[in-house]
């Protein structure tokens, strides 16, 4: 809505866009800050209030009162003025909607984001008390929702006031100033109030964030009023389960009635509420880490997981023992035939006589005897060879050859032979009388160590897949045997803990778990004789006060046909032992 005939189109030195919002006391219009081209919100008093002094006069402390403090939490006051007789104040122009409008939305909040809005909201309170500011109008209208709800501010220090002895405009004891849902008790009764004032007030916010409902809900003022002073509200666990028992009872202690016994300032309760903040992130880190795992199952999975560790360290460890000690004997060997070859070579090297060393590679390339054979001269020009492409030719050792043993007369490397073979490469001088006259070359392939070291891993794998799925299963059904007695424990527990003070476990046994279904009996008889002769079965004792939070006592859930049981069970009659 731009500005009209009826409104401003500037007011002192703001330069008016629209009205954006109007209250029983005034009227915000949307301007622009001509100065410093900022968009700002103008908040001019209504003409109706101009004759009441003490309306102007609290209209002007809240300019003063909240352009003294500066919060993340607080809305930003920038400046103060008239507009012919009316006061208006200049602050941060935020187009953000209220708490109010998230209420009136039913917009669910996690209980995470509503402990920190209160957390937020605490501390800009406090800094505001300690200042001698109490706010008085606490209530979602005056919260304003920021970052997507992660972040709000407090605006509308409309009535607030400066709880100083020296300040002369203060709001007279008996005047009722503020939102009659949202008071607190000494507010509605028209006494003077303090900073526990406004923490009531959030104590009603954060109870309707919790709960959904409204602490005090009545179309009545006066009935409000009454409900204030008097009625304390149902507690937050009973119209939210989920809510902490912990949460309540700082929610609770707002709402108390007497000052004294609220939280006394803003930090005290910002403190209670990061508590119960990392209370609930770690329940939520806990709930997400330990979700409820049968036993046998835990113990199964653990008992495999560690199984399987132990197998898969330990097989490594072997596996690489084994290869080393193959690949030594595999080159031993090797190098014996490599030797071996080089000896019976020699005469023919010498004599230059390479028919019969060319008849001796092509004769054992034939039947197999090796995957790779090469003779050089002198000179190391290949002589013979497996690979007749490179008789004739200076001698060129297979690509991707890696050195892994150097001796003094062989050397033994890893090379990848013509057509992708893997192999051990040996290489052996041809000696006569110490005299080197010649190279001999002979390449083993690998495929048969790594055939046997394959086998030996499948074998072991399948040992150790074997005996971890035996423990599982094992330790599986042992732990389905020690459930059952903890389920039947544990149903009797529950069900005595509901009011059947009958229950007993029949079962008998020879171990630890038969002394414990013993010390349950002998625990639910005595809670029977008790309750019997206290005459406790329909109730809880006079006087005794309960903490609705908490979980009723036995006495407390016993039926009348219970009552019935138990009193025939004081006249002497035995009380039935039942089996689970």
Request: hydrophobic share 45%.
């Amino acid at each position: 809505m731009a500005a009209t005939e009826t409104e401003p189109t500037k007011i002192g030195r703001y330069e008016i866009e629209c009205l954006v919002g109007e209250g029983a006391m005034a009227k915000v219009y949307r301007a622009r800050d001509p100065e410093i081209d900022r968009v700002v919100a103008v908040k001019v008093l209504k003409d109706e209030h101009f004759v009441d002094e003490d309306y102007v006069n609290r209209f002007l402390r809240e300019a003063k009162a909240a352009g003294a403090i500066s919060h993340p939490n607080i809305v930003t006051v920038f400046d103060v003025g008239r507009f012919g007789n009316a006061p208006y104040i200049t602050m941060e122009f935020l187009d953000e909607k209220s708490l109010a409008d998230a209420l009136a939305e039913h917009e669910k909040m996690p209980i995470k984001r509503v402990v920190s809005i209160g957390i937020q909201l605490a501390r800009a309170l406090d800094l505001a008390h300690r200042r001698g500011i109490v706010h008085r109008d606490v209530k979602p209208g005056n919260i304003l929702l920021m970052e997507k709800g992660e972040a709000v501010k407090i605006t509308d220090f409309g009535i607030a006031r400066l709880d100083r002895s020296e300040d002369l405009q203060k709001t007279h004891a008996g005047t009722v100033i503020g939102t009659p849902r949202y008071m607190s008790p000494e507010q509605a009764a028209g006494r003077a109030v303090d900073g526990r004032s406004d923490l009531f007030s959030l104590g009603v916010i954060l109870y309707e964030l919790l709960t959904g409902k409204k602490a005090f809900d009545s179309s009545n003022v006066a009935t409000l009023m009454l409900q204030i002073m008097q009625k304390d509200p149902e507690p937050c666990r009973a119209l939210a389960p989920d809510v902490p028992a912990s949460l309540q009872r700082i929610v609770s202690r707002l709402l108390q009635k007497r000052p004294q016994q609220r939280f006394q300032t803003g930090a005290q309760l910002a403190e209670a509420l990061e508590r119960e903040l990392a209370a609930i992130a770690a329940r939520e880190e806990e709930s997400s880490r330990n979700k409820f795992i049968p036993l046998r199952v835990r113990w199964a999975i653990s008992a495999g997981a560690a199984l399987a560790t132990l197998f898969l360290v330990s097989l490594g460890i072997v596996y690489y023992v084994e290869r080393q000690v193959i690949r030594a004997q595999v080159i031993d060997s090797g190098a014996a035939i490599a030797k071996f070859i080089a000896t019976e070579t020699a005469v023919p090297v010498l004599s230059q006589n390479w028919v019969p060393l060319e008849l001796f590679v092509k004769d054992a390339s034939e039947r197999g005897s090796f995957d790779y054979l090469a003779v050089t001269d002198h000179d190391h020009i290949v002589k013979a060879a497996t690979s007749q492409d490179i008789v004739g030719k200076p001698f060129v050792p297979p690509p991707n050859a890696s050195l892994i043993v150097k001796a003094a007369d062989f050397t033994a490397s890893e090379v990848n032979l013509p057509g992708g073979k893997a192999a051990f490469l040996f290489d052996t001088p041809i000696l006569f009388q110490k005299t080197e006259i010649g190279r001999i070359y002979v390449g083993i392939n690998r495929a048969g160590m790594d055939s046997v070291l394959r086998s030996t891993l499948l074998l072991m794998s399948n040992i150790g897949i074997l005996t971890v799925l035996s423990a599982v299963g094992m330790l599986y059904v042992f732990g389905g045997l020690l459930g059952r007695p903890m389920r039947l424990l544990s149903n009797a527990m529950r069900d005595l803990g509901l009011g059947d003070l009958d229950r007993r476990i029949a079962e008998t046994r020879n171990d630890e778990f038969g002394q414990l279904f013993s010390a349950y009996n002998h625990m639910a008889d005595a809670v029977q004789v008790r309750f019997s002769k206290d005459g406790d079965v329909a109730g809880p004792r006079a006087g005794g006060a309960t903490d609705p939070s908490q979980p009723a006592a036995i006495g407390e859930s016993v039926t009348d046909a219970e009552a019935t049981i138990l009193t025939m069970s004081v006249r002497g009659r035995p009380s039935p032992e039942t089996a689970s």
